[in-house]
């Protein structure tokens, strides 16, 4: 598990609600856009150090003793933001808290700069502030209220203090902070959708290269991600099967590949159709398939193999024109531990296959340990 799925979210609701990437496309996508906010601790710490300086700068400048207790707030929340970052078991609150709080400094420290009068320091801090707002958009777009809230808080800290001195320019900066809202959250969108289709687009190629494009059932390089995935998940004994289609080969010469093609993705159908999303398919080329399920003991295995041959046995209506009956032989091994535990397990699973064949078509072998004879079970092909 990574360190961003361990991470506990959000535990108050107005920071949850503020918080909120938004994304309901899959888990996936929002684990790494949750990631964004993870990342290297180093623009934060820049960032916080920037404005201590340039309120300290302020301090020198205007005597004003409210900068220390700014540049002491802003030590605190970057503190906090460094802790919650480096302790995935906390909640989240504190850093989005600790964003907010920054920004409201900065908000803060921009009013008393412009109350002071510099001129020199408005110019400084105004720079900074700009600066700020760009790089909140480029970071902290994965969740738009917040960005959006620490934008505007920072943009406000200038209009209100700048409009209470110049009363008649108010309701020009009314109009100007609305209209930087909202080319603040078009940018932001921007980003953000920008980012969500890379994501996308990477999780569709990932998909691409794991899936048999046929049938679009796991390939083999999709099988040993499933199968990975399955021993670090659970510690539970797993069963592979090997199945081969039975005349398969007379129907695709017979009949053309494109009948054959179609009748490869309705066996296919059928089988998730039985197995289940719990179980990886997977059409390892031609007419073999390979299949992998928990293993509960030999009772459930024989069970499980004639279920499997059964529903592939059963009719198989293509259009009005085309109805095939096609069989199906397998052969099945229990998954061992080791570093090349799959490649071992289709082997005797290939085996048991082999086994099975020779025994006549619809048998499923069953090689359930070096020590164990093999078992059948067998399935006419014909019957529906």
């Known amino acids: 598990m990574t360190d961003t799925e361990q991470r506990i979210g959000a535990s108050l609701p107005g920071v949850r609600w503020i918080a909120d990437v938004g994304c309901h496309w899959s888990n996936d996508i929002n684990l790494k856009l949750i990631s964004t906010f993870y990342g290297s601790f180093s623009p934060l710490g820049l960032a916080s150090l920037n404005s201590m300086a340039v309120a300290f700068v302020a301090y020198l400048r205007t005597g004003i003793g409210w900068f220390l207790w ?45 109350k002071s009068g510099d001129q020199t320091m408005i110019v400084v801090t105004l720079a900074w502030n700009f600066a700020a707002c760009a790089g909140i958009v480029g970071r902290n777009f994965a969740a738009p209220r917040y960005a959006l809230f620490q934008v505007m808080l920072i943009i406000l800290g200038y209009f209100i203090s700048f409009g209470m001195d110049n009363l008649s320019v108010i309701p020009l900066l009314v109009i100007q902070c609305i209209l930087f809202g909202f080319v603040s959250k078009g940018i932001i969108a921007q980003h953000r959708g920008t980012m969500i289709r890379a994501l996308k687009g990477e999780a569709r190629e990932r998909d691409q290269a794991s899936r048999d494009p046929l049938t679009g059932l796991l390939n083999r390089r999709g099988l040993q991600a499933a199968f990975e995935a399955r021993r670090k998940a659970r510690d539970e004994p797993l069963v592979l099967f090997y199945l081969d289609l039975d005349e398969f080969k007379q129907i695709n010469d017979q009949h053309g590949h494109l009948l054959g093609d179609q009748l490869l993705c309705a066996v296919a159908r059928r089988l998730e159709g039985i197995l289940g999303p719990s179980r990886a398919i997977c059409r390892l080329g031609g007419d073999e398939f390979l299949i992998l399920a928990g293993n509960a003991g030999p009772q459930s295995i024989r069970a499980l193999g004639q279920d499997i041959l059964a529903a592939i046995a059963m009719p198989h209506r293509l259009d009005d024109a085309h109805e095939f009956r096609i069989g199906a032989s397998a052969g099945a091994a229990w998954m061992r531990n080791g570093p090349d535990a799959l490649q071992v397990g289709m082997a005797e699973a290939d085996k048991a296959l082999y086994r099975a064949k ?10 359930l340990a070096p020590t164990e004879a093999a078992q059948t079970t067998s399935v006419s092909p014909r019957t529906a």
């Not at 964003?99 to 409201?104: D, H, K, R, S, Y």
């Not at 020779?358 to 090689?367: D, R, T, Y």
């Open 358 to 367: 020779a025994k006549g078509k619809g048998v499923c072998v069953l090689s």
């Open 70 to 114: 700014l540049i002491a707030l802003d030590a605190f929340t970057l503190a906090l933001r460094y802790v919650v970052i480096r302790r995935p078991e906390w909640p989240s609150d504190g850093l989005f808290i600790g964003g907010l709080a920054w920004t409201l400094i900065l908000a803060v420290t921009t009013a008393l700069v412009v």
